[in-house]
């Protein structure tokens, strides 16, 4: 049974998101985003930075993210982290972006067999995190026929971040459903990672 309250949010975001207006999906190539020099100026800038020191903390710290997690990460993108096969491995894919309401929204999109004709599938990756999470199962879900749809996050990967407050999980969930109907999919599987359980 839905409460009138959440009936009446339902109700409001439906008139938000038809007041949206109709924009172009444009192709987008990750390559002019991932510049090179982008990330040897972030790694110069790793280099310099002071290492933190390894306290003993709890596993949730009060204090933020554990320095000793901060540090290693910061050594596996100095030493180990391999720039140009994720540059590549993202070219795999086609990608989109377009305005949905105040969101310029990045997305892949697949299209799978016209012969088998499966359902769509939308993915939406964890916060935080991006679709690179979905490299290996968008080949294999293509394999099998289905067309793919994986989109960004606000302020994640490509996606901008909002310009205006109150872009929360109700309202990108509305303009994720703006997507899939601007794409032509009026039905559709939605597979959600952890973290985004609210969409």
Do not use: Q
Not at 44 to 60: C, G, S, T, Y
Not at 175 to 198: C, N
């Amino acid at each position: 049974m839905v409460s009138s309250k959440v009936r009446s949010r339902i109700n409001e975001l439906k008139d938000k998101a038809n007041s949206w207006e109709e924009t172009e999906v444009n192709e987008f190539n990750p390559k002019k985003a991932l510049l090179d020099s982008d990330y040897n100026d972030m790694i110069d800038r790793l280099k310099k930075r002071v290492v933190l020191p390894n306290l003993e903390e709890p596993e949730k710290s009060p204090y933020g993210t554990p320095a000793t997690y901060v540090n290693l990460v910061a050594d596996h993108l100095t030493d180990s982290f391999d720039f140009s096969t994720v540059k590549e491995g993202l070219c795999m894919f086609d990608h989109f972006k377009t305005m949905i309401g105040d969101i310029n929204l990045h997305f892949i999109h697949m299209k799978g067999s016209e012969e088998k004709n499966p359902i769509p599938v939308l993915l939406l990756h964890g916060w935080p995190s991006t679709v690179w999470e979905f490299r290996k199962s968008i080949p294999m879900l293509l394999e099998e026929g289905y067309t793919i749809v994986a989109p960004s996050l606000p302020g994640h990967g490509f996606t901008d971040p909002p310009k205006v407050t109150g872009v929360g999980p109700a309202v990108i969930a509305c303009a994720y459903h703006k997507l899939m109907k601007k794409l032509g999919y009026e039905r559709f599987v939605v597979r959600m990672l952890s973290g985004y359980r609210i969409i």
